[in-house]
């Protein structure tokens, strides 16, 4: 590609057929859940893992957070950049569970039965991680309220929201969307919207 003048670095960081956007569109699949008794919430951990680890809200906020920076890619082509966010590292979690040689995938099980697969070595990355909140604010109930997985190397539809379960599993097995069509992986610098792509 020839050198661009006007390029001031941010290029590179905007995937091909991407637009970029300064709101937060919101978009799933499904009616927003919203919590008024805390006490009924949980986080599942299963699948091929020793033992099953179930985190109530109140066991949840007691990890560890940190911050973590990231651009966002949804397969509708809008892009948002510089995102702030304060979540809990898969690594913190990860401490808590004893995967089983067999665990090579990942299903992210969201209200309502929705769901969204990704490879283990993917969930694993030190960019992913279990967000509470967005430049500063609580999630609201749109955005994922209480915990919504960010995956931000993968198209954001792999970045499940009001997050209730994570399944280990032997073998790839398609989501919500990747059974309607969605690409299995969907790397938004390949292009991988479709499973035709
Ligand atoms: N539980 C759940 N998570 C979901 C979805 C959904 O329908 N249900 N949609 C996905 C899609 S397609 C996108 S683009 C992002 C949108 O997140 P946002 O509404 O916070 O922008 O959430 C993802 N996570
Ligand atoms: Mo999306």
């Given at each position: 590609m020839p050198a661009d003048p006007?390029?001031?670095?941010i290029n590179h960081r905007i995937p091909p057929g991407q637009t970029l956007t300064e709101g937060f569109p919101v978009l799933h699949y499904g009616s927003v859940p919203y919590y008024?008794?805390?006490?009924?919430w949980d986080l599942r951990l299963f699948g091929w893992i020793e033992e099953e680890v179930t985190f109530s809200y109140k066991d949840f906020l007691a990890l560890p957070r940190r911050e973590f920076k990231n651009d966002i890619h949804c397969v509708t082509t809008w892009s948002k950049l510089d995102n702030v966010w304060e979540g809990v590292a898969v690594s913190t979690l990860m401490e808590h569970v004893k995967l089983k040689p067999e665990a090579k995938f990942v299903m992210l099980h969201g209200e309502h039965g929705w769901s969204t697969n990704l490879p283990l070595d993917d969930f694993l990355r030190d960019t992913t991680f279990l967000g509470i909140r967005h430049n500063g604010q609580l999630l609201t109930p749109e955005h994922g309220y209480p915990v919504r997985a960010v995956?931000?190397?993968?198209?954001?539809?792999?970045?499940?929201?009001?997050?209730?379960g994570i399944e280990f599993m032997e073998k790839d097995k398609p989501g919500f969307w990747e059974r309607n069509g969605?690409?299995?992986?969907?790397n938004p610098f390949k292009e991988q919207r479709y499973d035709f792509d």
């Open positions: 006007k390029d001031t670095g008024n008794d805390m006490g009924k995956v931000p190397h993968l198209y954001f539809w792999k970045s499940a929201k009001w997050l209730r969605y690409h299995m992986y969907g």
